[in-house]
């Protein structure tokens, strides 16, 4: 089975202290047929603070120091690991839709091989893995639920990213961490709408492992909507761990394959120089 991981955090990402000189040794240790480094970067808080007096939420910024950080050493590494390790830089773009005019400047590097497009807050609210979901009604549930995916929808319409990752990443901290389980499947309509934007801009969705190993229990998103996107018309899937340390690169990525694979594709997707490639699964 070919395996590729196309989603990982190092040292250049806030929430991970993982050294990128172990993690591209470890991903080549594990002969993996393409690995992405894809840090994090937020649209809306690319710059300092100061620019964001209103901001009351997460209070991390600079991203776009971290996004320089991050391009600049894995295009080196690049040069030094050719002919070992299939190394693509990319980026975990982060909320396009609240910042168009960041997002375009971060899709315009020429360093990038790769841009995942993910939805982690939706605007003037906490990020989905601080919120405190006790407090929460089922009707606040679905009315949060409701306004991610027509937010995601409003990202796939611009669509200016290579894949779509973690669809259902807000499931992770909602049934992972306190147990509640909304019936999301009043929203197909809308992700099949969203699915159908990607599919038009020939664009692709992202298998996430990390609910795997973690209380979820399952891939971002399921196999059901995996397999929904492949009956849409998709044809490009990518699978990525989601690993912000060294020990979780390739985490449940050949469990992602079998997930692909059962949903009916029979290749997996990586990119360079943000163009698919195309290799079977088996």
């Known amino acids: ?5 196309c989603h990982t955090h190092t040292q250049f990402s806030v929430d991970s202290e993982a ?7 470890r991903a080549a240790q594990l002969g993996l047929a393409a690995f992405a480094v894809t840090d994090h970067c937020e649209c809306n808080r690319w710059f300092s603070k100061d620019h964001y007096p209103d901001e009351t939420t997460y209070q991390y910024f600079d991203f776009g120091r971290d996004f320089e950080n991050s391009l600049s050493a ?8 050719s002919g070992k390790l299939n190394l693509i830089c990319g980026i975990e773009m982060g909320q396009a839709t609240h910042d168009f005019e960041i997002a375009e400047k971060i899709v315009a590097d020429k360093r990038l091989d ?3 497009g993910s939805m982690h807050q939706l605007p003037k609210t906490e990020d989905f893995c601080f919120i405190d979901y006790s407090q929460f009604s ?3 549930i679905y009315a949060l639920c409701e306004k991610y995916f027509t937010e995601i929808y409003k990202l796939c319409k611009w669509g200016k990213f290579d894949i779509l990752s973690h669809l259902t990443y807000f499931m992770r901290y909602m049934k992972g961490g306190y147990g509640i389980e909304p019936d999301i499947s009043r929203f197909d309509d809308i992700i099949a709408d969203s699915f159908r934007e990607l599919i038009i801009k020939d664009k692709g969705i992202e298998i996430n492992t990390s609910g795997l190993r973690q ?8 196999l059901k909507y995996v397999r929904l996107f492949r009956d849409l018309g998709g044809e490009i899937v990518s699978v990525g761990s989601d690993s912000h340390t060294v020990q979780y690169i390739g985490s449940g990525v050949d ?3 079998e997930i692909a694979f059962a949903a009916g594709f029979t290749r997996l997707c990586f990119f360079k120089e ?9």
């Open 1 to 5: 089975m070919n395996l590729i991981d």
């Open 215 to 222: 209380n979820y229990g399952d891939t971002f998103p399921s």
């Open 255 to 257: 469990k992602g394959a």
């Open 74 to 81: 894995v295009t080196k590494l690049k040069v030094l690991f």
């Open 114 to 116: 790769f841009v995942l």
């Open 19 to 25: 050294d990128i000189n172990e993690c591209i040794n």
């Open 138 to 140: 089922m009707d606040d």
């Open 274 to 282: 943000r163009k698919p490639v195309f290799i079977d699964i088996n």
